[in-house]
């Protein structure tokens, strides 16, 4: 089992490790940006941790135990785009938190993601289609959502039923770019390979 894997609540343990270097984002967001960015863009080691550290704005360098996690991280999320998909999970607070620091989770995650498509050069690929424009309009309209804990009972099927297509969406869109990666995740399981659409 790899260290992340024995974390609890990686969003907490992200933020901890975070905290000390003043990271002007969150780990929600950090997530998205990565796997928008992974949709149009192969990304080294080197330019991962120069990402990280441009992106989250770091005021000192990591230290080796949080490199080491960024670069697992760097390879899990890999795998997991480029996989089924069961094991691919949003990094947002658990549901002890409050509704209203979950939805800003999830917003965070979602600006990510459109700045990491954005800076990725995906939509430089062809016309993007209509579909795939439509998610980004859904990604862009997630950014706006606020929520109040006062209706944390009316919205947490909501909040699930969202953060769920947000899921499902950043794996399409990865996959829509990298047909190869389900195809050889198909042959590997044995199974016919499907085109995305």
């Given at each position: ?38 949709c149009g863009q192969a990304m080294n080691e080197a330019d991962w941790l120069r990402l990280v550290s441009d992106f989250m704005a770091l005021t000192e360098e990591p230290d ?38 979950r939805v800003e989770a999830l917003s965070q995650w979602c600006h990510g993601f459109l700045s990491g498509f954005g800076a990725s050069g995906a939509a430089e690929q062809g ?71």
């Open positions: 089992m790899s260290e992340l894997e024995k974390v609890a609540n990686p969003f907490d343990d992200w933020d901890e490790r975070f905290a000390p270097l003043n990271a002007l984002n969150s780990p929600a967001e950090l997530q998205g940006m990565l796997c928008g960015r992974l080796q135990p949080t490199t080491n996690a960024l670069l697992e991280f760097l390879t899990q999320t890999r795998q997991q785009l480029s996989g089924e998909g069961f094991s691919f999970v949003l990094l947002l607070p658990d549901d002890e938190q409050g509704m209203a620091e016309q993007l289609e209509q579909e795939i424009a439509d998610t980004l309009e859904d990604f862009s309209a997630i950014v706006q959502v606020a929520a109040d804990d006062n209706d944390a009972a009316s919205t947490e099927a909501d909040f699930i039923e969202v953060a769920e297509y947000v899921r499902m969406s950043a794996l399409t869109l990865f996959q829509h770019y990298h047909p190869e990666a389900a195809e050889s995740n198909d042959a590997a399981q044995g199974n016919t390979p499907k085109t995305v659409h």
